[in-house]
């Protein structure tokens, strides 16, 4: 069993989501009785987003609310759907009377609570519609998805949906915008090591000490591959490659780059996994107008890394380098 | 044999420090023939600041060169002091005429051999001082140091006394008030798991699966006790009451509060952490300024938590609050 920096398994969520809040009083809260994180200084006279899962991918979903991003973020046990009561709770604390936008992970119990709780808003008379984030060009369908799953890809939505709302657009505007990022992304992980939910006793899954999984999921779902040990610069060219290939590029392009820890990787390990991607795109002649080395989409412990290419157009360039007060975003 | 996101073991530094480059072209780069980051738009008309130590610390420290902060950092090898021609290098390509602060952690071969590089800028008529951080309440004396260890706290040197040269301050200035920020900070580390340097075939040190080591130091030095794992919250009082015990805190005083993860500690534990944090200093009346809440300064993979409290008066306060490009200390 893992050692784990925890109090009661059962009061995990709660407790980070509480500790989130605290590290930035001025700027957050926490709603009574709900493990949900809204900014403190409501944001009138804009379409508000709201994003959301299970917990266990810090610093998604809580990390990302703020100006420029999301107006709330509603946290489910650690990988487990939030309800369609905590998201409708959501909904009502941010809605300002512009419509409200989800942006929903392409997960069954996702898709299903955040569409039941649009629902219940839309029957007391509040505007919502949502997005569905499936980047991750790994499988088709997985453990928990019909068709592909939504991973770090999620966090470019946020940003650019994020900074389109705050420019003032409508929520048919601000929809169209994350859909054409969501049209735009891919991503791909590997894992090294496993992680443990807290309430569980053994690992989600386990390899073996010269073994990693390609292609994984961010709940340690099975990927594409279970292969030796490689060298670095063949596991980010393997990832890499299998983004490129999922969407037509030309050189003269322009893309963002995302290196993604999944938790328990070292940084000495990304910036080494960027380095490599970097290569790659220079000698496909594809511009990194931007580029993300960190943890932004996490499976608790697990080590591994993921890489999202986000390819983007004049407006979404724009957006992306818009202002936000998320640090990790900037 | 722990699996690691690498090539060559020989080269990681190197690699490192490149993908480090690449992340943010516009800003950094990287000095022909050394492991050394110096800002892309020499500042010219301040005193500039110089830090490095081993590497396996990222971000620590190449992460913190950018304005407001670091002008260069020297890599080391993996936990490896890095040599006095490395750090006479940087001292030659930072140096504007206003002198050079070096800020050197307190392990004995850092010491030598900053303090040699110093001589040789001086033989070359470059004013160079330089400040020694020693904020580890764990231990007194250690595997690597006479005195105590610099961990963490380090990163509130390099803001602070950032922020001053930045200001325009000259040398002396800019070493009384990094030095001043070395008289109110204090830290305290423990370890769940430890880590593994790439050249190595086996772990640093090792601890049972029910066992955590309190005090330790960022390359796993012996710290002041093993003991069984305890829940979160009482891990954070025995850190934290530590570090409180070392200076006089009174009612009313402001702190900085730093929740540093090791490497491998996943950002939902370290939320949990600030909560135990924040709800004792709120006890006993002292008033948080601001909380840093992430990887700071790491042990490579190693998983635990150090935290740090830097006491402010209304010029440090001043100071850590001033403009910095480094995003993870705005």
């Known amino acids: 069993m893992k050692k784990k920096l925890i109090n009661n398994p059962e009061q995990v969520v709660e407790e980070m989501i509480e500790g989130i809040v605290m590290a930035t009083p001025d700027k957050l809260k926490k709603l009574d009785d709900y493990n949900i994180v809204v900014r403190k200084d409501k944001k009138e006279g804009k379409v508000a987003l ?14 990302y609310v703020g100006a420029g991003m999301l107006d709330a973020a509603v946290a489910g046990d650690v990988f487990t759907s939030p309800t369609p009561d905590a998201v ?3 909904i009502k604390a941010v809605d300002t009377g512009n419509g409200v936008l989800l942006v929903v992970k392409n997960y069954t119990g996702d898709i299903m609570n955040f569409e039941m709780a649009a629902e219940m808003a839309e029957a007391e008379g509040i505007e919502v519609d949502h997005v569905v984030v499936n980047d991750d060009v790994a499988v088709e369908d997985s453990l928990y998805t019909t068709g592909r799953r939504g991973v770090a890809g999620t966090i470019f939505v946020h940003k650019i949906a994020g900074a389109k709302a705050a420019a003032g657009a409508d929520l048919a505007e601000v929809k169209a915008t994350a859909e054409k990022v969501i049209d735009n992304v891919r991503t791909k992980g590997m894992a090294l090591y496993p992680c443990r939910v807290p309430a569980a006793d053994e690992s989600t899954f386990s390899l073996a000490e010269d073994e990693i999984e390609l292609g994984i999921g961010i709940h340690g779902e099975p990927g594409t591959e279970r292969t ?3 060298e670095a610069d063949q596991i980010v060219e393997e990832l890499l490659n299998s983004v490129l290939e999922d969407l037509p590029y030309a050189e003269g392009d322009n893309v963002a780059l995302m290196i993604n820890g999944m938790g328990g990787t070292p940084l000495m390990e990304l910036f080494l996994a960027n380095r490599k991607a970097n290569q790659m795109l220079q000698d496909k002649g594809i511009k990194i107008e931007k580029t993300f080395v960190g943890e932004y989409m996490t499976s608790l412990e697990m080590a591994g890394v993921s890489i999202t290419l986000l390819k983007l157009d004049a407006e979404l360039k724009e957006l992306l380098a818009a202002a936000t007060e998320i640090q990790i975003m900037k």
Do not use: C, N, Q, R
Request: charged content about 15%; glycine content about 24%; cysteine-free.
């Open 50 to 63: 709201v994003s959301g899962g299970g917990s266990g991918h810090e610093p998604a979903h809580a990390g």
């Open 228 to 230: 030796e040990l490689m």
């Open 88 to 90: 409708f709770e959501a």
